[in-house]
Nanobody, 122 residues
Framework: QVQLVESGGGLVQAGGSLRLSCAASGPSFNTYTMAWFRQAPGKEREIVAG????????YYQDSVKGRFTISRDNAKNTVYLQMNSLKPEDTAVYYC???????????????WGQGTHVTVSS
């Protein structure tokens, strides 16, 4: 079992940056494909980015390509989402998710964090 705790959300002006962190507890973090999802008010939850459990393959939603970077530090059991050039439409609750040996483009995740709020003001 994996427990996920997100941090790093907050209020930022458009054009600014934030780095989200997701700390995982439990064994074998390096066997979990990790992802960030987000859910804006009144909208469906959507995947933002994913990183393969081997770390060599990543996936990004088209709207964040070139602005967001997902990375992982297996020694710290942590996955990050660096968000640059933030836009008001990036405002959402951001969730960390994990799936053991998952494909990087999977949308079927086993474990979820409780989310961290990101608000981008115009």
């Amino acid at each position: 079992q994996v427990q996920l705790v997100e941090s790093g959300g907050g209020l930022v002006q458009a054009g600014g940056s934030l780095r989200l962190s997701c700390a995982a507890s439990g064994p074998s973090f390096n066997t979990y494909t990790m992802a960030w999802f987000r859910q804006a008010p009144g909208k469906e939850r959507e995947i933002v980015a994913g990183i393969h459990w081997r770390g060599g393959d990543t996936y990004y939603q088209d709207s964040v390509k070139g602005r967001f970077t997902i990375s992982r530090d297996n020694a710290k059991n942590t996955v990050y989402l660096q968000m640059n050039s933030l836009k008001p439409e990036d405002t959402a609750v951001y969730y960390c998710a994990a799936r053991k040996f998952g494909a990087v483009r999977t949308l079927d995740y086993e474990y979820w964090g409780q989310g961290t709020h990101v608000t981008v003001s115009s």
